[in-house]
């Protein structure tokens, strides 16, 4: 089976991922989307097939689809604050794709209508870590906090929505280790 690709950047495919590729100021950067064999991507038309090994086409489809949905709108943010010298890197991107999809998720409305903002672990641990700064907290072990923010923001963003203080319960440090520890893909 075949599945369509959205057309809002172009598309290769490059050490082992399907690639978005962003031109701003005369430079190229390629944002990695997913890994796929290179030949289901059929890069004229547009989609992605299935190939063996590789049968869950469809589902990797939906999510390079959600992810150019959320880059796009991220360069709309990102680029006009791009000056002339300035270089684009991924950490920046998934930063703001990461910020939009939170955005996106943690407003909800009750039943009457008005807004239900979710309570965040990760902001309200950025918060306390930034408000800490000049303390003896900051003197000592500043870097090991800062670690643990990054790897809260990781783990938010492998869980694809925001971190509440409800979902902290018995297996939430289990979780927290194991998710972003996927070698595999780094190795590969």
């Excluded at 939906?62 to 890197?89: C, F, H, R, W």
């Excluded at 923001?153 to 996927?182: A, M």
């Amino acid at each position: 089976m075949k599945f369509k690709l959205e057309k809002m950047f172009h598309l290769s495919w490059k050490d082992g991922y399907v690639k978005a590729t962003i031109q701003y100021h005369g430079r190229t950067f390629r944002y990695p989307l997913e890994k796929v064999p290179e030949n289901a991507l059929l890069v004229a038309s547009y989609m992605l097939k299935e190939v063996p090994g590789f049968s869950n086409a469809g589902e990797v489809a939906e999510k390079i689809n959600n992810t150019l949905v959320l880059l796009n709108q991220a360069m709309k943010s990102i680029l006009p604050s791009i000056g002339e010298n300035d270089n684009l890197y991924k950490k920046d991107i998934d930063r703001k794709i990461t910020e939009i999809m939170f955005t996106n998720q943690s407003v909800r409305k009750r039943v009457d209508g008005s807004p239900i903002i979710q309570d965040s672990l990760v902001e309200d641990y950025r918060k306390w870590l930034y408000e800490g700064k000049g303390t003896e907290r900051e003197k000592r072990t500043r870097t090991d906090y800062i670690s643990t923010y990054r790897l809260l923001q990781d783990y938010e963003y492998d869980l694809g929505h925001t971190i509440s203080y409800s979902n902290i319960d018995n297996d939430f440090i289990d979780d927290l280790i194991s998710v972003p520890l996927k070698w595999d893909e780094f190795i590969n």
